[in-house]
């Protein structure tokens, strides 16, 4: 049975859309790159992550094998990073730390950012004693130094990882529960926020289709730029002993276990230090492209369109 020409047409036409598309795609993703190279810091973050999911291919060696043979050993082709004082390999422990610092920070702003949004939008919505309520809930959250508060919950609960999302979910929630309430206010006094008011939509429906969306932008920039800062302080609290528990490998932890040798090997700290240099720097430069392409009010950072 032939092939009618029309239909042939049609999908030779669909196919050359299709990479047109693909095409156009890729060129706007290097014309951001070219115009802004913080975006660059975007494909670091992708390797760690591919890191962390495939640590088990990457890893050169057992991450809690010990070889009492080499212990505390420097630099060598076998043991790229040296061997911690336990005669671990640190290169397979530092692979493997990726995944608690990425896990705990992604969790941390999850929770923390979903809370924070939530108390927000309620306060700014339903006013009165609710607002009062939960701004009165913030401002107590907000009179403690946030990694003193961190400590001090993560201490009380108990050492471990899920405790740690805890403490650092809670100081993070005034941060997003302030920017929600602000965005919100701006948002209620829109005109068809009362027009869906007025012809009796849902709660629910005002809060999560019209309202959320336009709050959305200012929150990604936070949660962005709060990334950093929550691998930074879950590898402090780490290193205090409050975090992973040995013999888990976490970056804070071998810090910890490496600082007793800092006069005799210090190449035992490079590794963990340097990889916590790297996500923090490449979180808050990505962090900072982010907000300066969705800020609105900054016209001169929009990338144009290509057929300009």
Known sequence: MAIPENVSEEAQALEMRTAQGRVSWLARIMQALRQDPRWWFAVILL?????????????????LQYYPAITAQGPSAAHPLGTDALGRDQLSRIIYGTRISLLVGVATILLGGVCGTLL???????????????????????????????????????????????????????????????????????????AATVSGTPTWKILLRHILPNITSPLLVQATLSLSFAILDESL????????????????????????????????????TLAIVLV??????????????????????VIAPLEQ
């Open 120 to 194: 927000g939008i309620l306060a700014a919505y339903f006013k009165g004693w609710v607002d009062q309520l939960i701004t009165m809930i913030v401002d107590a959250l907000l009179s403690f130094p946030s990694l003193i508060l961190a400590l001090a919950i993560a201490a009380a609960l108990g050492p471990s990882v899920l405790n740690l999302v805890i403490a650092l979910a809670v100081v993070r929630i005034p941060i997003y529960a302030r920017i929600a309430r602000g965005q919100t206010l701006q948002t209620v006094a829109l005109d068809y926020i009362t």
């Open 237 to 272: 609290l780490s290193f205090l002993g409050l975090g992973a528990q040995p013999p888990t490998p976490e970056w804070g932890a071998m810090i910890n276990d490496a600082k007793t040798y800092l006069t005799s090997d210090p190449w035992m700290l490079l590794g963990p």
């Open 47 to 63: 390797l760690l992550v591919l890191t962390a999911i495939f640590a088990p291919l990457l890893s050169p060696y057992p991450p």
């Open 280 to 301: 923090v720097l490449s979180l808050n430069l990505l962090g900072d492209a982010v907000r300066d392409r969705l800020d609105p009010r900054d016209a001169a950072r």
